[in-house]
Every structure is written in structure tokens, then in C-alpha cells.
């Protein structure tokens, strides 16, 4: 065994992309992975391995293909940043931006258009009643960028960060997109890989007929394969990463893209296709899996308190949400006492659960939907303004 040359390799594929330059951009690429693995914390869904590498040069050549007149060095510099930093905590982000500083000294961050994407994302998180942070923002696009690399990818991160958010915005968001060149309507198949037996999940032959039964996972795979529209399919594993089943994914994360199974039939994943992961945490994945996977980081601690909070006032009755005291009344009320509240949990008292900040947050809102269904409208139902007058000297 010996390591190999990820140097010679990189300047290797960089020259067949069409860079001049790829001897000194081969040597910077891999000095970056050196020091951001010696630097930055360790994580188990981090990898700087050969995989991580070829991602890399596989987005510069996606962007020399774009823009061929562009600095090669903004463009690897571009490739870099695409590729490694929607996977880092933001604790990390900031010393991987000195490293990249001093590989890349005078060279500018690439401004990157995104056209029509970003008004659609906005279209979509209206739709969704979902909040425009910043950083929430950034995610969705990472996740558009490396989509565009890796056909496997995980959304990776604690319950509450908005995962599940994240890619709904940005199917809907490219599937308003459709008409346009770049775009394509999504489809996006979702399933809970631990809800199922691995017989269920992959197929078997039924002891009573030896007959082969088709499991979920190749069902879905092979009619998605089938699927000869330009639509994009996005299998989603909505659910813990285990590593019985995970591991016999390894060839369709493979540049092979194959899904083999026991009854010998071996399924090819088309270009369209796009295998997703949502999961909390890759504690008892193995490295050859997290290395075939890109990765998309997603913290609470990134979003705060704020954006559910105006999301569930946006969800109030509509005979409360009319009523502008009411709602001045309960804004207040969560500016005031939210923050207080958990710092009053996280420091004075002993939680026998562990919970999410954000978690709490969303047990006191439906809590309070408790209270406020008697004010919910219907065909037969209507709420005296007075009633609502109750409410505020309620609160009050």
C-alpha cells in the first residue's frame, strides 16, 4: 500500500479540463486539504480524501467549461469554496477562509450569478412560510452547488436546522424554473430507510414462492431510471444513517452509479438522478461512505430563534392575525421572554431529554395553537370581534 501523489493526480485532471496552470493550482488544491485537515476540528462527516479532491477538479472543470476566460485561480479558488465549505460548522468556516487567504493572497472571491434562482427562492419561501436568513440562504445554494458535482450528497445536521426546509425550497424553487434552460422540474421520492426491514428496503426471494420481490428502494431507483422526461429525481433517505444498509449503497455512490442486488439484476442511476441523505448525524457511517458523499452542514445555532417565531405568527387565526394589537401584543411577548426563556432551561435547570433549542420553541407555539383553535374560522363558525377583545386583555 502506499498513498498516492493527490498532487500529480490533480495536476493531471486539471490539464485534461483545459487549465494551463495545473501544475501550481494541483500543489494549492492539496495544500488546502493538508492544513484544513491539520486545522480545522474533526467531524465524522468531514473527508479530504482522494474523493474530495476529484469533486474539486470536477467543479473547476464545470467552471472552466463556463467561463473560460475567467483567472484559473478564481475559478479553483470558486471550486474550493463550493465544494468544502457548506460541510464545515461555522467554527470552522472562519479558519478555512485564512487558509484559503494565504494559499490565494490578491485573488478575488468570484461573484457568482445565480439569475433567476434567487427570485424563485424567494417565491418559494413565501410559499413554504419559511424565513429569508441569510445563512439559510447560503445553504440552498450550496446545496444547487453540489448537486451539480456529486450525484450522492447528505444534509447533514440536528433536528431543527432546517433540512427538511432547505431542499423543498429549492425543488420548488427549480421547478418553478422549469421553462428556462438550466432548469428542469424536480421529483423528489421520499422514504425512511429505518422504517423497513433491509428485505424491504433492497428485495428478497419469497421461501414460499422463490419468487424475487422488488424492495422499495429498487422500485423507486429502477422507475426513476426509467424515466426518459428531462425531469430530475432526487431519492431522499429520510432517516438515521445505519451502517447495515448504508454500506450496500457504496456502488451506487460509486462514479459507477449502480445498484446492484441479490437477484442479480444491476440498475445504472441516470444523470438526472440525484441520491439524497437527511440525517442528524454520521456517528456510525464508515469513511468510505462519508467520503463518497457531498455534504451539507445545517446548525439551529445558524438560524436562531427569530425566523420561527415570525413564521408562526404568520400562521395565527385569521380573526387574530386581523386584530394588530394581538399581534404587537404577542411579538413583543417572544422579543421579551424567548431568549430569556432558554437561557433559563440551558443554565438553571436539569433536562432528563436532551432537546433543541428550536424544538422548545415550537412545543411553546403549538401549545399556544391549543389555545387559539377556538378562534379558527369556519363555514359555520364566525368570531365576534369582542371575543377577539377578550383574547388581547387576555394576554395582556
Not at 498516492?4 to 493531471?12: R, T, V
Not at 458535482?149 to 418553478?176: D, W
Not at 424554473?177 to 422514504?191: D, G, I, N, P, S
Request: aromatic share 8%.
Amino acid at each position: 500500500m502506499m498513498v498516492p501523489d493527490y498532487a500529480l493526480i490533480g495536476e493531471i485532471m486539471l490539464y485534461s479540463f483545459g487549465f494551463l496552470e495545473g501544475k501550481i493550482l494541483a500543489r494549492k488544491m492539496v495544500t488546502t486539504f493538508t492544513l484544513s485537515s491539520e486545522q480545522l476540528s474533526s467531524q465524522d462527516h468531514y473527508d479530504y480524501g482522494m474523493r474530495a479532491v476529484r469533486s474539486v477538479i470536477n467543479a473547476a472543470g464545470l467552471l472552466k467549461a463556463e467561463t473560460p476566460d475567467l483567472n484559473e485561480h478564481q475559478l479553483l479558488l470558486r471550486a474550493l469554496r463550493d465544494v468544502n465549505v457548506p460541510k464545515f460548522l461555522k467554527d470552522d468556516i472562519p479558519l478555512f477562509e485564512n487558509i484559503i487567504l494565504d494559499l490565494f493572497p490578491g485573488v478575488d472571491k468570484p461573484v457568482v450569478d445565480y439569475g433567476d434562482l434567487e427570485a424563485a427562492i424567494h417565491e418559494a419561501c413565501v410559499f413554504y412560510n419559511v424565513q429569508e436568513v441569510l445563512l439559510f440562504n447560503q445553504k440552498i445554494m450550496q446545496l444547487y452547488d453540489t448537486i451539480q458535482v456529486r450525484h450522492g450528497l447528505m444534509i447533514v445536521g440536528p433536528t431543527g436546522g432546517g433540512k427538511t426546509s432547505n431542499y423543498k425550497v429549492l425543488q420548488k424553487a427549480m421547478t418553478a424554473l422549469q421553462h428556462e434552460e438550466a432548469f428542469e422540474k424536480v421529483k423528489v421520492h421520499c422514504m425512511n430507510p429505518k422504517s423497513i426491514t433491509m428485505d424491504q428496503l433492497y428485495g428478497f426471494v419469497d421461501p414460499q414462492t422463490t419468487e424475487w420481490q422488488d424492495g422499495v428502494l429498487a422500485k423507486l431507483v429502477a422507475e426513476s431510471a426509467k424515466d426518459e422526461s428531462p425531469d430530475k429525481n432526487w431519492i431522499m433517505f429520510d432517516g438515521p444513517v445505519d451502517a447495515l444498509w448504508i454500506e450496500n449503497m457504496n456502488t451506487v455512490l460509486d462514479d459507477n452509479k449502480k445498484l446492484c442486488l441479490n437477484s442479480g439484476q444491476i440498475i445504472t442511476l441516470t444523470p438526472r438522478m440525484t441520491m439524497m441523505f437527511e440525517v442528524e448525524d454520521l456517528a456510525v457511517a464508515s469513511p468510505a461512505t462519508v467520503s463518497r458523499c457531498g455534504m451539507v452542514y445545517m446548525e439551529p445555532v445558524s438560524l436562531g430563534l427569530e425566523p420561527y417565531f415570525v413564521s408562526w405568527l404568520n400562521t395565527l387565526p385569521e380573526a387574530v392575525a386581523e386584530n394588530p394589537g394581538i399581534k404587537m401584543k404577542l411579538r413583543t411577548l417572544g422579543d421579551k421572554m424567548l431568549e430569556d426563556g432558554i437561557y433559563f432551561i440551558r443554565h438553571d435547570i436539569f433536562e432528563p431529554v436532551v432537546t433543541v433549542d428550536n424544538n422548545i420553541i415550537q412545543s411553546l407555539f403549538r401549545i399556544m395553537d391549543c389555545y387559539l383553535a377556538d378562534y379558527v374560522e369556519t363555514e359555520v363558525k364566525k368570531i365576534p370581534k369582542e371575543k377577539v377583545e377578550d383574547l388581547l386583555s387576555m394576554i395582556g
